[in-house]
């Protein structure tokens, strides 16, 4: 069936570095990809999604592209301030169903 | 503009004892809404969906159960709570295949002692 996969492990970084978490999924046909946030004691809010292979989702600094060839969302984000500390969720869209990756705890230090 | 409630926004409840979270939309008709968990430090959890009033589809057995009376309003309930059933409830809900992605209710903390 459909699934993700997210890179193993909280991250953990500086003010204003630079910030990747990679995505891949395994999906028959050409589902949409979501990428969602959760911050402290909060319910999950939809950060970007790209519905089709080389669309860019972008918000907030944060971006991630569609790669079939690769099979990958991969979220970036160029300078993170404390406040983007939260966990961060990969997700596949399809059949009524989204899948959910384990998702990635990212703190950021000032 | 659609919103989700979802409530209370924590609980806690001895073990045996019942349980029932609720969860509306507003500002949608016929959404698909689905139940999640999240348990401490681990991903979401599909506990059930529905495509319609009375048309719940469960992804994994356990002490729970869900319904839906209402076109959009979600119950999860319990008759006898386990310690194994505390963690983080999400509600949330789509419309069609799920291609614009899902709103998430604020959660429910639950912890059974």
């Known amino acids: 069936g459909d699934s993700v996969t997210q890179m193993e492990g909280p991250v953990t970084l500086s003010e204003e570095a630079f910030l990747t978490i990679n995505c891949t999924y395994t999906a028959t046909g050409y589902p949409s990809l979501f990428w969602y946030v959760q911050y402290p004691g909060e319910g999950l809010q939809l950060l970007l999604k790209?519905?089709?292979?080389?669309d860019k989702g972008s918000n907030k600094g944060f971006e991630a592209t569609y790669r079939k060839e690769t099979t990958s969302f991969h979220l970036e984000k160029g300078s993170v301030q404390v406040s983007d500390s939260a966990v961060y969720f990969c997700a596949l869209g399809g059949n009524n169903r989204l899948a959910f990756g384990k998702g990635n705890q990212v703190v950021v230090i000032p | 503009s659609q919103t989700i409630h979802q409530w209370p926004a924590t609980l806690v409840q001895p073990v045996g004892s019942p349980l029932s979270l609720e969860c509306t939309v507003e500002?949608?008709?016929?959404?698909?809404l689905y139940w999640y968990r999240q348990a401490a430090g681990r991903g979401l959890q599909l506990l059930f969906y529905s495509v319609g009033i009375g048309q719940i589809s469960s992804e994994v057995p356990q002490n729970l159960s869900a319904s839906r009376p209402q076109d959009r309003q979600f119950i999860l309930s319990s008759k006898k709570l386990l310690l194994s059933d505390s963690g983080f409830y999400l509600c949330?809900?789509?419309?069609?295949?799920?291609?614009?992605?899902?709103?998430f209710g604020s959660g429910t903390r639950l912890t059974v002692v």
């Open positions: 790209a519905t089709k292979a080389d």
């Open positions: 949330a809900w789509s419309v069609l295949e799920g291609s614009g992605g899902y709103t």
């Open positions: 500002g949608t008709s016929n959404p698909n």
